[in-house]
């Protein structure tokens, strides 16, 4: 049976880094979570933060016990909800505002963990006789009888209850960031790149919850049928629907290769036409060449001439285009991306 719901203590052992305190169900074996010992490196920040990985959503408390064994008179411990997003039956279901609302019971956990004073002696034992990485088995049974009851009973509370609680959001109101461009330009690329901007949201904390919720929930491949010269996007059944839900567009394409560009632009022609036949109010317009080597030529004249990015300013349209190494330049792709959440807020 897959694992669907997970809740995990992490703490920062002076030696050897991240490790684990106790989780329950064990995290050895599971396919497509994320690492929690990375999420942990990375920040020591007290606070509450969502960090999505793929198929599954996390909610991560991380605060500090006193200590008279360790550096500073502190242990850093992270406590994480983590549940996968099918989970949920309906695929659009705000699984990220379901996650904040748990925020209050974290908060809770790591209140009663911080009274267990036994604690941080167990952090500061021997771990080469510890089993299956779990810090736990190690403790006393006065100390282990009151974290499980503590656990156990913060994992109840956790646990959604389906049909009661479960916030739907209606398609009607779905918004979308829309990405086109030519065959092998780059767009899965770009979307995969988005685990490394959480990273980034997460040690910066300078992304507010809204805008981390638009790169993860809105971006989404415009696909385009050559047959019917027509653009499909899900939820929606025509190219004017998706459109009227578009709230930006990202025009992707290989900036060594004029054919790709062409392509692309034949792309935006199209999509530019549809909006002004339309009447709707302009989205921003982020274009991004995608470069093989950091020896390729930017070709910015060449581009704006060809998106007439100029033109499109006169007239009030937000666009602007940004040369990047999809696969090498991931801080590249998150000002990218911060100048499109600008100018959608």
């Not at 996968?84 to 904040?100: G, M, N, Q």
């Amino acid at each position: 049976m897959p694992i669907e719901q997970v809740l995990c203590i992490k703490y920062f052992d002076q030696v050897q880094g991240p490790s684990t305190l106790y989780c329950e169900p064990l995290m050895d074996n599971i396919v497509g979570a994320p690492d929690l010992d990375k999420v942990l490196e990375f920040n020591d920040e007290e606070g509450t933060f969502i960090f999505a990985y793929r198929k599954y959503q996390t909610v991560n408390s991380i605060f500090y016990i006193d200590s008279k064994l360790a550096r500073g008179g502190k242990e850093l411990i992270m406590v994480t909800y983590m549940i996968k997003t099918a989970i949920f039956k309906d695929e659009i279901v705000d699984v990220f505002k379901y996650l904040d609302s748990k925020t209050p019971i974290l908060e809770d956990f790591a209140e009663e963990i911080k009274k267990l004073d036994e604690l941080p002696t167990l952090l500061h034992s021997d771990k080469t006789t510890v089993s299956r990485g779990i810090l736990l088995d190690l403790a006393g049974e006065k100390l282990k009888t009151a974290f499980l009851d503590i656990f156990q009973e913060s994992f109840q509370r956790l646990t959604p209850k389906f049909g009661l609680e479960t916030p739907i959001k209606s398609k009607k109101r779905t918004k979308k960031i829309f990405i086109i461009g030519s065959n092998r330009a780059g767009k899965k690329t770009f979307l995969k790149n988005l685990e490394l901007i959480q990273f980034l949201r997460i040690k910066s904390n300078d992304l507010t919850n809204l805008i981390y919720e638009v790169v993860i929930e809105n971006l989404e491949i415009l696909k385009f049928d050559k047959f019917s010269s027509d653009f499909e996007c899900k939820h929606f059944d025509s190219f004017e629907d998706c459109m009227d839900h578009a709230q930006g567009l990202i025009f992707i394409f290989k900036v060594s290769n004029l054919k790709s560009i062409g392509e692309t632009k034949k792309l935006f022609k199209i999509i530019v036409d549809k909006l002004r036949e339309m009447k709707i109010d302009p989205v921003p317009i982020l274009i991004i060449g995608n470069k093989s080597a950091n020896l390729d030529n930017d070709k910015i004249d060449l581009i704006n001439k060809t998106f007439e990015t100029e033109k499109l300013k006169e007239k009030g349209i937000r666009i602007k285009y940004f040369p990047i190494q999809i696969l090498e330049e991931d801080y590249k792709v998150m000002k990218a991306l911060r100048w499109m959440i600008r100018n959608i807020l």
